[in-house]
């Protein structure tokens, strides 16, 4: 197996920016070359000569990483994304990291050797270690359904909150007060679960955190948590999934002990996917502009790339609850 960026740079014990500036021929501290010349002859690892001649001059593409492209929503996005790039003239090269660290900052190593113009950073981006040093080195940046308060970089995204708040208060509005959460890792999931909590609290309802859970994004794992939410002694009346994918765990879980939706339990989703209309019965969800969201991130890009703006600007947009027939009035008091 051939090394790569990310090898160089844990044994020369830097940062990836660093091995890429010296491949690069940019100025970087002496020793810190040194290491990283030692580090690339021990591992006999050899720099794209592409990226080399390229170095420096515009490229016309757009580099955008995304956590899973296995999620309808996801792929959706990069739909958009792809569609309206090419209108402004532009290339898009699509890496999926899986949520994991190192393969982010693997990506965005390989891309930068590639001289792309900017990045777009869709979903939960867990390495802000890298994203900080692009932000430094004022490489055009734009956070897409994400951002980071402690961060000056161009964001897109929807409101969260508002949409986990709405999701709550229409499962109380038909009556349940046990309502259990599956969520993932992600920013947007706490956003999410914060409004879900606010929901509760104004209409006078307790709060039981055993009520919610985190699945490792994984529908075999989701599966499993909203089987445990379900055998509990007192199992939750509705259940809302922070995705539409992980909602369709709940649905499998339901069915697999012979639970009735939305009769013995209501499900609701987020996010709108085309999973939401096919599931039987339709799915409850939550709604993102995503054609908006998707055009104003890379418009924001274009305009940082060909220096029409410097100002960082943060857009929120509003959901919209979609209700279908998977949540339905409580009829049991369990």
Known sequence: MKPTIYDVAREAGVSIATVSKVINNQQVGKKSKEKVLKAMKELNYKPSILASALTGKPTSTIGF??????????????????????????????????????????????????????????????????????????????????????LSVNSVKVDDFIGGYEVASHLISLGHQKIAVIAEEANSSRERIRGYKQALRDHGLDMDDEMIVTSDSSTEDAERLAGEL????????????????????????????????PDDLSVAGYDNTLLSRSTDPPLTTVAQPIQEMCSQAVDFLIEEIEGKSKIKQRIVMSPQLMIRKSTGVCRLEK
Do not use: M, W
């Open 65 to 150: 990483l995304l956590p899973d492209l296995a999620n309808p929503f996801v792929a959706e996005v990069a739909r958009r994304v792809e569609d309206r790039a090419h209108e402004r003239g532009y290339n898009l090269v699509i890496c999926s990291t899986d949520f994991n660290p190192e393969k982010e900052a693997l990506y965005i190593s390989l891309l930068r050797q590639k001289s792309v113009d900017g990045f777009i950073l869709a979903g939960s981006f867990k390495n802000v270690e890298v994203l900080r040093e692009l932000l430094e080195e004022h490489i055009p940046v734009v956070l897409l359904t994400e951002f980071y308060p402690s």
């Open 230 to 261: 379900l055998d509990r002694s007192d199992p939750p009346t509705a259940i809302f999934a922070c995705n539409d994918l992980l909602a369709i765990s709940v649905f499998l879980a339901a069915r697999e002990r012979k639970l009735s939706i």
